[in-house]
């Protein structure tokens, strides 16, 4: 397994939590995007979990993922009912044409990109005045006693973890949104909500994680996963806080 390759991982996104449906409505006000007409672009849409929920809140548009067995996932899952289209294409070349939406959103995976070239492709696809965001679900450790102790259990194993991003530290983010001069008016919106889920789930959510597996190995994955079900024993349901966290930025006008 590679860094970013999330091939074999496809069949565990469904475990996912989705995102802080308040966060999401406020972004929607924020942007105005339940103005009739709009079309909204979901880059880096993985198995679909955003773009679902953007098209429970009414939205419609496009959802652009270069992998091939997540976007056979995400189809699977959603169908094209959902309002949204299901194309291959990634950040830095979605595919689309110039001028056709009016809101890009990338959720959990703006930080696989080449940011530069993301946001000059998201100013070319976007309308005059369209918005950016970028928003992660990060574990609220301060929260879970299980969770901090599963992070305990996997720094153990891999002493000098490197996370590309589990969304909790998202240092410079503000900085690389506005690096290219096409964007401006930078608004944070941050929110919690709770998931109770089996313990299954749980377990299948970490085998969804790219980084992880990639420096802990097969084997070395394999005691992580069973240290965190020694962790779990006797417990059917595990209650897992998340954060919302979205940056938004509006585009100039060319």
Not at 57 to 83: D, I, Q, T
Not at 86 to 101: I, Y
Not at 143 to 157: F, G, K, P, Q, Y
């Amino acid at each position: 397994m590679k860094h970013g390759d999330f091939t074999a991982l496809a069949r565990h996104y469904r475990h996912r939590p989705g995102y802080a449906e308040h966060v999401l409505r406020v972004l929607v006000g924020a942007t105005g995007a339940y103005r009739e007409g709009i079309r909204v672009a979901d880059v880096g849409a993985g198995t679909g979990k955003l773009t679902a929920q953007l098209g429970c809140l009414g939205l419609h548009g496009e959802a652009v993922e270069p992998n091939e067995a997540m976007r056979r996932e995400g189809r699977r899952a959603l169908g094209e009912a959902s309002g949204f289209r299901w194309r291959q294409g990634r950040a830095e070349r979605t595919g689309l044409p110039a001028g056709c939406v009016d809101w890009v959103l990338m959720g959990s995976s703006f930080h696989w990109a080449d940011h530069q070239k993301a946001l000059l492709e998201f100013h070319r696809i976007l309308r005059p005045g369209g918005y950016f965001t970028a928003i992660w679900n990060p574990r609220d450790l301060e929260r879970s006693t299980v969770d901090r102790r599963v992070e305990a259990i996997i720094r153990e194993h891999i002493p000098g973890l490197k996370r590309v991003s589990s969304g909790s530290s998202q240092d410079g983010i503000e900085s690389k949104l506005l690096a290219t001069g096409r964007f401006a008016n930078l608004v944070y919106v941050e929110g919690t909500h709770v998931e109770v889920m089996s313990r299954e789930r749980y377990l299948g959510i970490w085998r969804s994680v790219n980084d992880i597996q990639v420096q802990a190995g097969p084997a070395g994955f394999q005691r992580i996963l069973r240290a965190i079900r020694r962790e779990l024993k006797g417990r059917s349901q595990v209650r897992v806080v998340y954060r919302t966290r979205a940056w938004t930025v509006q585009a100039h006008a060319d």
